[in-house]
């Protein structure tokens, strides 16, 4: 096998292989050729729809405005997801993109309202977020501030079949070349790394460097190479999903809705032209038919085409990457859709990888610490994750019964015990979730702290109560000048 890494084949043509191919070739540019290799008869899954702020940076690196984005994929804003039942029937919390009240000097904004709370001065910590205020009235459009206070930072949800379409002619208008075809065989080095592809036409692709995004069937990492799969199902234990489109709403919301259900929860992601349904359960506590069934019981508007399953195990590959293949994608791990993160460690792969490129041959160094970082972001998100089943008072309710006395891994009491003891949230490296996402899923699932820092005592009762009520109305201020969300879609669009 030659050092040089000077062309690098993707299999996959879905998220992940688009993405990958686009991202690869604009960051790494001429020195490599790229060649997609994807087969319509296998398709995609097609499900991702739903994402989080970074992917505006994706956005920034391939070049692509806003209004073509918007107009190409169906997309509408995401300003938060909206937990409802989660804790409790009837009750909802959101997890904003926002963080509320401001940046203070060495301890977080919530510590003071905190500290009003124990002086009996009771607010909603969401009314001190411009994000929350926005998603509520249904309002938006990107805020460029320099007051840091008044910022509103927001993701899309988009059609997953129209983003993978054009993330395709982004990508070929960059210089990659597509193949369609079926993979049938695999042709190894006598060092065990990947020489060729063999498609079932006989056709043979060659390559230095191959970037797995096959989806489940991790066809290179898994079926080839046989790293080997770290399952969490017993931590997070759903492992299907129904997923149905059904009619636009009238409105549509700036934000996911997230809807606890018996044995899972349903989502809708309102889009352009239709919403996005699915429902993840456990299929131990309950049958593909109830799931079904509750499913399209529980759909806001009518459906428009048939509900599909996809099956699958929480958890992650254990190597990334192994000799000459990266997995990216589905082939690489997969956290369930609760935070909508997948589509985000498909972007975070490839900025690692193109950072680790291995332009003068695969060196162990770069592989390990490639790893290495991959396994923390997993662990990261999946710590997040748990928080949202386990801390739940939907008592009576077997899946929900059974979740609550769950095996919590250490690094996640921790950080609640913490949490709880000191009202402090430390942010761990470079985890995804920042401080404002941990607490408000926090206190959203009633984990209440028991202190504040102390130098939320700094101020009388009266100025603390001042700041607070200055906080409200500096947050309030924009959202009788933003339009609605629907205006502002439309009017991108009609650009
Ligand atoms: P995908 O399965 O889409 O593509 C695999 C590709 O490999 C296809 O092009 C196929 O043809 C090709 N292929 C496979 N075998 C082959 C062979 N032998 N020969 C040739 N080609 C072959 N993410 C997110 O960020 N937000 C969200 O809201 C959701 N929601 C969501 C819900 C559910 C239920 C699931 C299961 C997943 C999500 N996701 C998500 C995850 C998201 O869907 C996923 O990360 C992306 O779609 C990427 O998928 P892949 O491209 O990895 O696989």
């Known amino acids: 096998m030659q050092n040089t890494i000077k062309k690098v084949v993707v299999l996959g043509g879905g998220t992940a292989g688009w993405l990958s191919a686009a991202l690869l070739q604009k960051i790494i540019g001429p020195s490599i050729s790229i060649e997609l290799v994807e087969s319509e008869d296998i398709g995609i899954v097609g499900v991702g729809e739903a994402t989080i702020p970074p992917i505006r940076h994706v956005n920034q690196v391939l070049g692509i405005p ?48 905190q500290r009003a709370r124990s002086l009996g001065h009771n607010s909603d910590l969401w009314s001190y977020d411009l994000n929350y205020l926005a998603a509520e009235a249904g309002k938006f459009a990107p805020i460029n501030s320099k007051d840091s206070i008044i910022e509103l930072p927001f993701a899309y949800h988009f059609d997953a079949a129209l983003y993978a379409r054009y993330l395709r002619s982004i990508s070929e208008q960059l210089g990659v070349t597509r193949t369609e075809g079926i993979v049938e065989q695999v042709q190894t080095h006598e060092d065990g790394s990947i020489q060729s592809l063999q498609l079932k036409d006989g056709k043979v692709i060659e390559g230095d460097f191959f970037i797995d995004c096959s989806g489940f069937r991790a066809l290179l990492i898994q079926q080839k190479l046989g790293v080997g799969y770290d399952d969490w199902s017993h931590l997070l234990p759903c492992d299907s999903a129904i997923a149905v489109p059904s009619e636009r709403h009238e409105k549509t919301a700036p934000f996911t809705r997230s809807i606890a259900r018996p044995a899972g929860w349903q989502w809708r992601i309102p889009l352009q032209h239709r919403n996005g349904n699915g429902h993840v359960f456990c299929s131990r506590y309950m049958s593909e038919d109830e799931a079904t069934h509750t499913l399209m019981s529980n759909l806001d508007t009518q459906p428009i085409g048939e509900p599909r399953t996809v099956k699958f195990t929480t958890g992650r590959r254990r190597k990334q990457w192994h000799k000459n293949v990266v997995a990216v994608g589905l082939s690489s791990g997969f ?24 332009h003068d041959g695969v060196k162990s160094a770069a592989v390990a610490e490639y790893n290495q970082q991959s396994e923390t972001e997993y662990l990261q998100i999946r710590d997040f994750l748990i928080l949202h089943y386990i801390a739940n008072e939907r008592k009576g309710m077997r899946f929900w019964d059974d979740i609550r006395e769950l095996q919590v891994p250490s690094s996640l009491t921790h950080k609640m015990a913490l949490f709880e003891q000191t009202g402090k949230l430390d942010r761990e490296g470079n985890d995804l979730f920042l401080e404002s996402s941990w607490l408000q899923v926090l206190l959203g699932q009633g984990v209440e702290p028991k202190d504040y820092h102390p130098i939320a005592n700094g101020m009388s009762k009266e100025q603390l109560i001042q700041m607070l009520e200055s906080i409200q109305k500096v947050k309030q201020e924009p959202i009788a000048k933003l339009p609605t969300h629907d205006d502002y879609i439309n009017g991108m669009c009609a650009r």
Do not use: D, N, V
């Open 335 to 358: 956290l369930e859709p609760l935070e909508s993160t997948s589509i985000h460690l498909i972007q975070s792969a490839i900025t690692r990888l193109a950072q680790y490129f291995p």
């Open 66 to 113: 806003e209004h073509e984005f918007l107009k190409q994929t169906k997309a509408t804003a995401k300003l938060a997801i909206r937990f409802e039942g989660w804790l409790r029937e009837g009750e909802s919390y959101y997890h904003t993109f926002g963080a509320p009240g401001k940046s203070m000097a060495f301890c977080h904004f919530h510590h003071f309202w």
